[in-house]
């Protein structure tokens, strides 16, 4: 088991690794992310996550491929893969607006280069992981202040959802909006069952658009189980049959209890974890592991 990082495409031990303290992602959380994992040995899902990591780029005004191109950018995730060896990974993927002349908050202060660091740590054995959540008092942020679907590095508002959780007993928050509408728990998509239907809120409630999110949609899709997005409201988690969330780490995680009542059994979310399961390692196997030879 070894945990490595890779700074600006040299490989370091994790706990050497170091940024300045000028770094506008450490003073400001001026940064953008990913998080994937390796599945069966192959890096997962990585042509999604990247897409989505330009799309925060986008959001945060930073044009990433002037600074790094995909190509070199995957690599160094593969070598840093290679030189850990671990049976399986947890990948992170930070990227700030790198070191400033000044702990000026104006980005006329930041004079780069961005800094890049890809994060590599064993990965547990995967287990199905079950939740307990509670709807917390804190809000998501609005998507007019700083947008969910930005995956950045300023987790404050989910990390003071999460504390509040927590106190309360339970494993997991869930966010409502200034309009009501479910979003999504402190690092994952939420989900309700409602009938033969699986529901998840709608990207228009601010919230991160998932890539574990996508590709349940996309095995629903191919295997003839309606799944759909719109609206949800607190009433709609209390009649739900079932609630489940879904990250990168989690793949689908049931949640045994909402606010601290315990959710009924649900034969159509159990069956789903398998199903779900089955289908990513078909995906690691069969689309990702010959993809990513490609893009090297």
């Known amino acids: 088991m070894t945990d490595l990082c890779n700074m600006n495409g040299t490989i370091v031990p994790q706990a050497e690794a170091k940024v300045s303290v000028l770094d506008r992602g450490f003073l400001f959380g001026d940064s953008i992310y990913e998080v994937t994992r390796t599945r069966n040995g192959t890096l997962f899902a990585w042509p ?4 989505r990591l330009h799309h925060s780029a986008a959001g945060i005004e930073l044009d990433l491929r002037t600074e790094i191109s995909d190509s070199e950018l995957t690599g160094r995730i593969i ?3 290679r030189a850990a060896n671990n049976k399986e990974s947890y990948v992170r993927v930070i990227v700030t607006r790198g070191p400033g002349s000044a702990p000026n908050i104006d980005v006329q202060y930041a004079t780069g280069p961005v800094t890049c660091v890809v994060m590599v ?4 054995p995967a287990a199905v992981t079950r939740a307990r959540v509670v709807v917390v008092q804190r809000l998501r942020n609005d998507r007019r202040a700083l947008d969910p679907a930005i995956k950045s590095g300023n987790y404050l508002n989910n990390v003071l959802g999460l504390k509040e959780a927590t106190s309360r007993g339970a494993t ?7 309009d009501g509408r479910l979003t999504e728990a402190s690092t994952s998509n939420a989900w309700i069952i409602k009938g033969d ?7 228009s409630a601010g919230l991160l658009a998932g890539v574990t999110r996508r590709l349940l ?3 629903c899709e191919e295997q003839g189980i309606p799944c759909l997005e719109c609206d949800l409201y607190d009433n709609d988690l209390r009649e739900a049959d079932g609630i489940f969330l879904t ?3 989690r793949d689908i995680s049931p949640v045994d209890s909402l ?4 959710t009924t059994p649900c034969a159509l979310l159990e069956d789903l974890v398998g199903r779900f399961r089955s289908y990513c390692d078909h995906l690691a196997d069969k689309v990702y592991k010959p993809g990513i030879a490609g893009m090297l």
Do not use: G, K, V
């Not at 997991?172 to 200034?178: A, G």
């Not at 239907?197 to 990207?203: K, M, R, S």
């Open 79 to 81: 070598e840093t893969l």
């Open 247 to 249: 990250s990168t780490l």
């Open 259 to 262: 606010d601290e009542q315990p």
């Open 217 to 219: 949609f996309a095995m």
């Open 121 to 124: 740590r064993d990965l547990p």
């Open 48 to 51: 999604e996550h990247l897409e």
């Open 172 to 178: 997991d928050c869930l966010f409502m909006n200034n």
């Open 197 to 203: 239907q699986i529901i998840t809120p709608a990207l």
